[in-house]
């Protein structure tokens, strides 16, 4: 169940970051495309602390 987990915050970082590349270019709105990023990151930081637990 872990490693199923760990890859859907895998997918769902993946296409976050692809909407936060959409935003930085085609919105010319570069804050919120980084802070969708950081965002986007946090999916698989959390999947993995909460795999190891």
Do not use: Q
């Not at 919105?27 to 802070?35: C, L, P, T, Y």
């Amino acid at each position: 169940m872990g490693f199923l987990l760990i890859g859907f915050s895998l997918y769902l970082s993946f296409h976050t970051i692809k909407y936060a590349r959409l935003v930085w270019k085609d919105e010319n709105n570069k804050f919120a495309g980084a802070v969708i990023v950081l965002m986007a990151m946090c999916f698989p930081v959390l999947s993995i602390m909460f795999y190891l637990k």
